[in-house]
């Protein structure tokens, strides 16, 4: 029985067929030597090196399908992994994507995820060069992206140094509190429920921290004090947060954060996946970057306002439920 | 409550923990710049282009726990992701992996899976450069290689011409037969058993092909005819395949077969994921390899003996019971 091409599944397409069809027609990118459709793709690496990294997304843990779209979901999962060579230094420059879904999943739903994925790889130049479709009991999305360093030594986690300024671009508690949101059943405060399902890193402003001298670098993926805790452990460097410099990005969130009925303050501190930069400047933070605290001695340890912090610090996998994952 | 180091799960150990485990005391490897443990890896890439694959395996559909060790899937996900950067006549050089997995996974299992891909990376040299553990209601295994083309043009799929031999390196129908083995509970034939559980790429005969001159090459992840096939459609011609040229591959089948109940010939050219090399040659072919057909005219397709081949073809994603896939 043939149905029509807007409600076919997976299994009708088939795995080839579904290649074909989000595979075709895409734009040309100048990094790419050999694109989708053979054993491997071919992407230039000028610069002699490769920046790599990979995120797994899960349905249920990740993500929900009835909270995001397939095309929110595969701007997602590109976005977090930019982040992450941003986080670097870097720029990506070209993903590959494993995608496993139940057979009865219907092929636009795939259409749509991919063109997410193409179309946020687009804001910054990069392409989708391979991939791998596969039958699984639910939605997984694994990106791993590939990144350019243009001859500059990559931003570890490692290089802070006491009297560094701390500074941040890109938004700090959105994710979590749209996620609140999205959980108490509010509809309004849109922007925030929107940027749970697709966050938006700051592109571009790993490259310029690199060149403004950043010491450290990471993306807040697990949350502000947490990210921070993996750079000042790495560096052996305390990190002291000033809550007065945050008071800014709280007040973003001050209606959103009285209507769920929590401190916003949790939020900007302990909410992950906004894709923030977060680093460490020994001179003069580059336009768009607002210094948030400064670097002191060891041990490596993350205080605000110069003491421990209690409160919720950020996201690990395996969690338990109230940690605030999914699921 | 605190249980022995041998018997904790994922959710003891914590993401962080787990992750800090597996990457603990690996080798060194000269290809990396950056290791595990920051937002990105780092890879060398001398060559100035980097060959990059991913594959995605789904416990239950690509590996099954009852059959396979942990040890096990973490070697098939490093070695078929190989052979895909041998089959661009490159070498792998370096992989990330996504590993979803449930809470209450031991994390003994774990650190079996990562030694296994560690010790299937060894073997050619790579490394495992970083990656993602998060949880899943299932395993998935997504990994992603790097491959170094040493200043080699890629061999694609496209470039095969008419007159030129076909010839294949490393081993036919093992997987198939070790799969229809398992299938019926024959627990003789331990080799294909074996095989099926961790397929054994010819490597560095990709590379060989490439310095031979190979104009067209592919590994025959889901069957020598399916795969072939592939090869026939890009560069449009027709690609003729001997069967008494296969005998001898038939032959090393023969015992299971008629354990089994089926013609040799069928896991010969239908079977897939043993990753054996198959390549077009316009000369002599490298050592290791042996001829098992040649190139005809076109149109793009695949004959045995002269004549269209009506039996079963190979392996796809979302394919119905019967068709040769798990689950």
Chains 1, 2 share one sequence.
Not at 139 to 157: C, E, M
Not at 181 to 200: K, M, Y
Request: glycine share 14%; charged share 20%.
């Amino acid at each position: 029985m043939d149905s029509g091409e807007s409600d076919r599944t997976l299994a009708e397409v088939g795995e080839f067929g579904m290649i074909g069809r989000i595979t075709r027609a895409r734009p040309e990118s100048a990094g790419v030597a050999v694109g989708p459709g053979d054993d491997a793709a071919v992407v230039w690496a000028a610069d002699g090196r490769v920046a790599v990294s990979t995120d797994m997304l899960v349905e249920g843990r990740h993500f929900r399908l009835d909270w995001s779209t397939p095309h929110d979901v595969g701007r997602k999962a590109v976005a977090q992994n930019a982040a992450d060579i941003e986080a670097m230094g870097a720029t990506a420059t070209a993903f590959v994507v494993g995608f496993g879904a139940p057979a009865d999943t219907p092929a636009a739903q795939v259409d749509a995820l991919a063109d997410g994925m193409w179309s946020e790889a687009a804001r910054f130049g990069a392409a989708i060069v391979g991939g791998d479709l596969v039958a699984s009991p639910h939605w997984v999305v694994s990106v791993t992206v590939l990144g350019d360093l243009a001859g500059r030594a990559p931003v570890l986690r490692s290089g802070a140094q006491p009297g560094s300024r701390i500074a941040v671009t890109g938004q700090l508690g959105y994710s979590a509190a749209g996620y609140a949101l999205w959980h108490s059943g509010i509809d309004r405060f849109s922007e925030f429920r929107q940027r749970h399902l697709v966050p938006q890193p700051p592109y571009g402003q790993g490259r310029a921290a690199a060149e403004a001298g950043a010491q450290a670098m990471i993306d807040v993926s697990d949350g502000l004090v947490a990210d921070l805790r993996h750079v000042a452990e790495a560096s052996g460097v305390g990190i002291d947060v000033s809550t007065e410099a945050l008071d800014a990005d709280c007040r973003l969130l001050l209606g959103a954060a009285q209507a769920v009925g929590v401190d916003a303050l949790t939020w900007v501190l302990g909410g992950g996946e906004d894709h923030a930069l977060v680093a460490a400047f020994p001179g003069p933070l580059p336009a768009g970057w607002r210094e948030i605290g400064h670097v002191v001695d060891g041990p490596g340890r993350v205080l605000v306002d110069g003491a421990e912090w209690r409160g919720y610090a950020g996201w690990q996998s395996f969690g338990t439920p109230g940690d605030g994952s999914l699921g």
